[in-house]
């Protein structure tokens, strides 16, 4: 059985008797074995386990984990303590900054603080290599998420589903827009982020829709 946190298990058990992630998780086990793979195992699930599927209000799709050494620890974007924050979160935090009207320039790239509030940090491909970005995109995880994603539209009403660049607005239509909110802009990296990142307030769009259907905001800028 997958480890992962109970909610998750009890929504996503029919997709663990699936042919493929047997597949999956053996070729995981044994990359794990061969190379140098992040993030760690345990952390693996980390997303799913720091954000119960009950409390899901919004996911933010990322593409892989960071692929250099002590980056990755399971959650999109986020790095662990005591890491250089990477390029792109840097630009996140400009945006939610701006978006916030207030001046925020955290020492800390950790995001488990979303992720404790009901944010999805959540990766398209769960695991890679170290320095290949995409190394594991074609080994399953893409199914697996894929359908991570369909579950959570069609059980849950009211999500904000984020997509930064091109690749996570592919996965715009595996989300019901008629219950859900999408909000799509360029990616945060320093090569796209002058082309519609900046300026697309998401942070603040999202405590509006869930505002507005009577759920509680997230609290983006942590104290």
Not at 2 to 30: D, M
Not at 67 to 87: E, K, M, N, Y
Not at 148 to 159: G, P, W
Request: aromatic letters at 12%; proline letters at 6%.
């Amino acid at each position: 059985m997958v480890r992962i946190e109970e909610s998750w298990q009890r929504v996503l058990a029919p997709e663990f008797e699936k042919e493929y992630f047997g597949i999956l998780i053996e070729r995981v086990r044994q990359a794990y074995t061969t190379g140098r793979i992040y993030p760690k195992g345990k952390d693996i699930f980390a997303a799913f386990d720091l954000c119960p599927f009950d409390k899901v209000k919004v996911v933010i799709l990322g593409q892989d984990p960071y692929h250099g050494p002590g980056q990755a620890h399971g959650l999109s974007f986020s790095v662990q303590d005591g890491v250089a924050i990477p390029p792109s979160l840097r630009n996140i935090y400009k945006e939610l900054s701006d978006d916030m009207g207030v001046a925020y320039s955290p020492t800390s790239g950790n995001l488990t603080h979303w992720a404790r509030q009901g944010v999805l940090l959540l990766n398209a491909s769960l695991t890679v290599e170290e320095h290949r970005p995409m190394s594991h995109s074609t080994i399953g995880w893409h199914i697996f998420t894929d359908n991570v994603i369909r579950a959570i539209s069609k059980e849950k009403e009211h999500v904000v589903f984020i997509l930064w660049g091109a690749f996570a607005g592919s996965k715009r239509g595996l989300i019901d827009e008629t219950k859900h909110l999408v909000l799509s802009s360029a990616h945060p990296s320093p090569m796209s982020v002058h082309r519609g990142f900046f300026g697309s307030k998401p942070f603040s769009k999202a405590n509006y829709f869930l505002f507005a259907h009577g759920l509680a905001p997230i609290q983006w800028i942590m104290e």
